[in-house]
T-cell receptor, first 114, second 112 residues
Framework: KAGVTQTPRYLIKTRGQQVTLSCSPISGHRSVSWYQQTPGQGLQFLFE???????NKGNFPGRFSGRQFSNSRSEMNVSTLELGDSALYLC?????????????FGPGTRLLVL | GDSVTQMEGPVTLSEEAFLTINCTYTATGYPSLFWYVQYPGEGLQLLLK?????DKGSNKGFEATYRKETTSFHLEKGSVQVSDSAVYFC???????????FGTGTSLTVIP
């Protein structure tokens, strides 16, 4: 089975722009979570989607948004980029079978805001 | 609420030394526990997991035992290698809610 894929892998934007990142989960996985990783703040939870519905949301401003499509692929969008948004954005998928759950991560998208 | 507290780093060890990275958790119920590893420039990879009390997860020489009485899940390896240099994350699986909780990560450097 193919793993979690994220595109693009690297991105350079300037302040004020917006960006869309994409995540394709492992086949059959219905839950997708997004995390922001920075050297100073560590791994911070952004949001989680399941069956096209956002079920959990972390403590991030409304500039950060996401969605999930019927095939479980997910996108996250950051509008009005700030320098502090420079980070590695990680996507993780899990089966959500109702029993034991394990998250599997993609390689991440490294975003640099200039 | 649920949370994970992980040993602060960085940790520097000589090759073949014994490794322990401490992890304790706070949770109601019986969540699964995980260790993930992140190599430079990559995403997190699942290293091992345990789903119930007294379970031992193991992989690539690493081990961790789910201790409910001490709410701990410490990562150990008997003899580290240079290739083990990475950042290690302890994590708590979904419990009463749907969210995973991660520790702050512990950076390990193994020197020859």
């Amino acid at each position: 089975k193919a793993g979690v894929t994220q595109t693009p892998r690297y991105l350079i934007k300037t302040r004020g722009q917006q960006v869309t990142l994409s995540c394709s989960p492992i086949s059959g996985h219905r839950s997708v979570s997004w995390y922001q990783q920075t050297p100073g703040q560590g791994l911070q939870f952004l949001f989680e989607y399941f069956s096209e519905t956002q079920r959990n949301k972390g403590n991030f401003p409304g500039r950060f948004s996401g969605r999930q499509f019927s095939n479980s692929r997910s996108e996250m969008n950051v509008s009005t980029l700030e320098l502090g948004d420079s980070a590695l954005y990680l996507c993780a998928s899990s089966l959500r079978s109702g029993g034991e759950e394990t998250q599997y991560f993609g390689p991440g998208t490294r975003l640099l805001v200039l | 609420g649920d949370s994970v507290t992980q040993m602060e780093g960085p940790v520097t060890l000589s090759e073949e030394a014994f490794l322990t990275i401490n992890c304790t958790y706070t949770a109601t119920g019986y969540p699964s526990l995980f260790w993930y590893v992140q190599y430079p420039g990559e995403g997190l990879q699942l290293l091992l997991k345990a789903t119930k009390a007294d379970d031992k997860g193991s992989n690539k020489g690493f081990e961790a035992t789910y201790r409910k009485e001490t709410t701990s899940f410490h990562l150990e390896k008997g003899s580290v290698q240079v290739s083990d240099s990475a950042v290690y994350f302890c994590a708590l699986g979904p419990n009463t809610g749907n969210q995973f909780y991660f520790g702050t990560g512990t950076s390990l450097t193994v020197i020859p």
